[in-house]
């Protein structure tokens, strides 16, 4: 589900801070460290749904870093945005199948520096049936988690 087990180890916890856990894998002989969280609470008018999921992403190899995404648990509305707002901050989401992502590099630096500071992160979206979600994340244990991360994997 989170990585190609073809090419990956497992994902070894490195640690559990608070709404956060941090892991690691190895992908092509590159380290990769990631944070993930699931919702407090989900919303919706909806009978089945998968796991949900945020994750911020560090690739140090291909020397990408705090990449937000976003696991739905349904397949989106074709065409659709997701929005997340951490802290009264909005940000737009790309989506495509059951994942959301932020448009470039500036908008994940955002949203991850927001979600270290912040207190709450709530993820909007519509599935291909048009079904509105809400979904509200804790953010306890988030810096600590973006720490173990990025001493992890390297990252400044």
């Given at each position: ?13 490195i ?24 919702p ?94 809400v ?22």
């Open positions: 589900m989170l990585c190609n087990t073809a090419q990956a180890n497992e994902p070894k916890l640690g559990e801070h608070g709404d956060w856990k941090a892991y690691m894998f190895m992908e092509n002989n590159n380290k990769v460290c990631y944070m993930v969280s699931q407090k609470k989900t919303s919706g008018n909806y009978t089945k749904r998968g796991d949900v999921f945020a994750l911020i992403t560090h690739r140090p190899a291909e020397k990408s870093k705090n990449v937000f995404s976003y696991i739905a648990g349904y397949t989106y509305k074709s065409g659709s945005e997701a929005t997340v707002t951490v802290n009264n901050q909005n940000f737009k989401l790309f989506t495509q199948d059951d994942s959301a992502w932020a448009a470039d590099e500036a908008a994940d630096n955002k949203i991850t520096d927001a979600i270290k500071r912040g207190s709450s992160l709530v993820v909007k979206g519509a599935s291909s049936r048009g079904t509105e979600t979904d509200t994340f804790g953010l306890g244990g988030s810096t600590a988690a973006f720490k173990a991360i990025s001493a992890e994997c390297g990252v400044k």
